[in-house]
C-alpha cells in the first residue's frame, strides 16, 4: 500500500480535488492518504470528506491526518505540496500596498513575479527547502509534486540545494489549450499541441488539428473585437511575438515591461491593477467559500470527479506503468538550449513506471527565449539571495523585473524593498530582514 503525503491539505477546493482525483483511479484506491494542514479545523473538514469519499464509494483507501509535517513525510512514497506562509492574505496585500503607496507601482497578480512574486518567494522558499530535507532523512525515494507558487524559484531553489526528486505542478496548459480550442473553434479532443517556456510564460509551438496549423484561427482572432477582449494581452503578444503563451492576459501584464506603464494601455487593454483592498475582498471571499463549501458538502454525497491536474494522474502512471504525457517544471539540463542552464523551465514530460522523463526541446523561438530570460534573471537572483544568504541580490532582483524597471527608479525601488523587507521581516530570513 503506497502512501502518499499532502501538505496544504487543508484547502477545501484545492485539497478536496486532489483528494478525489487520487480515489478516482481505482489502481490508487488502496491508498493511504496522509493529510497534514497547521490550520487543525480546516484539516478536520477535510479529513471527514476524504472518509466520506472513501466509505460511499466502497474504496479500501485509509485516511490519515495530523498537524505534524514529520509524521505525514514518513514513509512517504509520494509527496504532494501546496502551501502559503503568512496570516490569511496580509501578507500579499503588503507585496502591493507598499509599492503602490511609496512610488505608485502597479501590479495585477503579485503572486509569481515582480516584487510580489520576489516577496513570496523570500517567504516560501525556505519553507520548501524545509520540506525537502525532511523528505532527505524520511523519504528520500520520494517524488516531491510541487503546487506552489513562485513554482519557478522554488524548484530551481531545490534543485540546487538538496538531492530529492521533485516536478513542478501547474495548470495553465491545460487552461489555456482548452482556452485556445474554443477560439479556434475545434473539438479539445481533436487538439495536438507543443509546449515549452517557464512556469506561467510557456509557449505554444505548435497548435494543430491533425495536419491542419490552427495558428491561422488565432491570428484571425487580431482583426476580432470581441474574441481579442477576451484575451487583450495574450492576443497582443501573438501579434508582436508570434506565438501565444500560457497564463492569463491579467497576469502575462506583468511579467513584461509594455502594459502595466502606460494608463492608456490598461485602459485598452482593460487590465484591473491589484490594491490591498481587493485582497481584502478575496480574503472575506474565501472564507464565505469556505463555510458555502463545508455546509453544502455535508448535505450532499461526497462524489469522486477526476480533474485536469497532474498530480494524480503522475501517481497513476508511476504505480502502474501505464504511459503519460504532461507538462512539468523541471532542471534545465540542456532541454531548452537558449535559456539558462540550471533554471527551471517548463517542457513536455513522459511518466511510466520508472517515473518522469523531461523531453529535450531545442531552441525556443529566439524573441520567446528573450522575453523568458529576462524571468530568469531575476528568479536566479532570489534563488541566491536565499541560498547565499545575499540581502543585496534581493534589491538587484527587483532592479531586474522588467515591470517594475519599466515603472520605477532605481531609488524608488530600492525604497520600496527595504520597507517591504522591514514590515516582513517575522517572514523571511533574517539575513535578508535587515
Not at 483528494?19 to 479545523?41: G, K, N, Q, R, Y
Amino acid at each position: 500500500m503506497r502512501k502518499i503525503a499532502f501538505l496544504g491539505a487543508g484547502s477545501f477546493g484545492f485539497g478536496r480535488r486532489l483528494v478525489s482525483d487520487i480515489l478516482s483511479f481505482p489502481e490508487l484506491a488502496d491508498s493511504t492518504l496522509f493529510l497534514m494542514d497547521p490550520a487543525a479545523d480546516r484539516l478536520d473538514h477535510i479529513r471527514a470528506l476524504s472518509e466520506r469519499m472513501a466509505s460511499e464509494a466502497g474504496l479500501p483507501a485509509k485516511i490519515e491526518a495530523s498537524i505534524d509535517r514529520r509524521q505525514a513525510l514518513d514513509g512517504a512514497d509520494y509527496v504532494i505540496a501546496s502551501i502559503r506562509v503568512g496570516s490569511n492574505l496580509e501578507p500579499e496585500a503588503l507585496d502591493v500596498r507598499i509599492p503602490l503607496e511609496v512610488a505608485g507601482l502597479r501590479q495585477t497578480v503579485s503572486d509569481t513575479v515582480g516584487v510580489g512574486g520576489i516577496m513570496k518567494g523570500l517567504r516560501t522558499i525556505p519553507a520548501m527547502l524545509d520540506i525537502a530535507r525532511d523528505m532527505e532523512s524520511l523519504c528520500p525515494s520520494a517524488l516531491l509534486l510541487n503546487y506552489t507558487n513562485p513554482m519557478a524559484m522554488i524548484m530551481w531553489a531545490i534543485a540546487d540545494a538538496t538531492r530529492i526528486d521533485a516536478v513542478g505542478l501547474c495548470h495553465s496548459v491545460q487552461g489555456t489549450s482548452e482556452q485556445l480550442a474554443r477560439y479556434a473553434g475545434v473539438d479539445y479532443a481533436t487538439l495536438r499541441y507543443h509546449v515549452a517556456g517557464i512556469n506561467h510564460m510557456a509557449w505554444f509551438l505548435e497548435l494543430s488539428q491533425g495536419d491542419q496549423d490552427l495558428y491561422p484561427r488565432l491570428r484571425a482572432c487580431l482583426d476580432d473585437s470581441e474574441a481579442f477582449s477576451r484575451d487583450p494581452v495574450r492576443f497582443e503578444i501573438l501579434r508582436h511575438f508570434g506565438y501565444f503563451v500560457t497564463e492569463s492576459s491579467t497576469h502575462m501584464s506583468e511579467y513584461v515591461p509594455y502594459f502595466l506603464r502606460s494608463p492608456e494601455e490598461i485602459e485598452r487593454l482593460s487590465l484591473r491593477p491589484r490594491t490591498a483592498e481587493s485582497f481584502a475582498g478575496q480574503q472575506s471571499s474565501r472564507e464565505e467559500r469556505w463555510r458555502t463549501m463545508v455546509a453544502e458538502s455535508a448535505a450532499q454525497p461526497a462524489q469522486i470527479r477526476r480533474s485536469n491536474e497532474y498530480g494524480a494522474r503522475i501517481i497513476h502512471a508511476m504505480e502502474t506503468g501505464s504511459p503519460l504525457a504532461i507538462n512539468g517544471n523541471v532542471p534545465n539540463t540542456g532541454l531548452i538550449r537558449n535559456l539558462s542552464q540550471g533554471s527551471c523551465v517548463e517542457v513536455p514530460c513522459l511518466v511510466d513506471r520508472s517515473g518522469l522523463h523531461p523531453c529535450f526541446v531545442g531552441d525556443l523561438p529566439p524573441q520567446c527565449a528573450a522575453l523568458c530570460e529576462s524571468n530568469i534573471r531575476v528568479q536566479g537572483l532570489v534563488v541566491r539571495a536565499i541560498l547565499e544568504s545575499n540581502r543585496e541580490h534581493v534589491f538587484h532582483a527587483a532592479m531586474a523585473d522588467p515591470n517594475t524597471t519599466a515603472q520605477l527608479t532605481l531609488p524608488q525601488i530600492r525604497e520600496v524593498m527595504a520597507q517591504l523587507l522591514a514590515a516582513q521581516r517575522d517572514l523571511i530570513p533574517r539575513s535578508l530582514a535587515g
